[in-house]
């Protein structure tokens, strides 16, 4: 199995910062794109961002030029820089991976969560 381990969220005010971390481990042979989704209560979850394993990016329109999503492949962590958050950011956060346990494994893994709220 890959398990995802999340880390960095919090309470922070607007116009604040927050950096998210997401560790892939297990038995694992390749980790493919990595991302992070995110849902507020009475909301479905959406894509906030996510990376390939080459660095490719995309972001949803609401975080461009706010959020900066990379990634270390040697260590199998992705990372969410959130910067200006606001209010409206408020939600749980989930890490998200295409990983595979041998060749041709390809399976889509999801992390526990982790709370960010944007108040004051």
């Known amino acids: 199995q890959v398990q995802l381990v999340e880390s960095g969220g919090g309470l922070v005010q607007p116009g604040g910062s927050l950096r998210l971390s997401c560790a892939a481990s297990?038995?694992?042979?390749?980790?493919?794109?990595m991302g992070w989704y995110r849902q507020a209560p009475g909301k479905q979850r959406e894509l906030v961002a996510r990376?390939?394993?080459?660095?490719?990016?995309n972001y949803a329109d609401s975080v461009k030029g706010l959020f900066t999503i990379s990634r270390d492949n040697a260590k199998n962590t992705v990372y969410l820089q959130m910067n200006s958050l606001k209010p409206e950011d408020t939600a749980v956060y989930y890490c998200?991976?295409?990983?595979?346990?041998?060749?041709?494994?390809?399976?889509?893994?999801w992390g526990q969560g982790t709370q960010v709220t944007v108040s004051s």
């Open positions: 998200n991976a295409y990983g595979s346990r041998y060749p041709g494994d390809v399976r889509e893994y």
């Open positions: 990376i390939t394993s080459d660095g490719r990016t």
């Open positions: 297990g038995s694992i042979f390749k980790i493919n794109t």
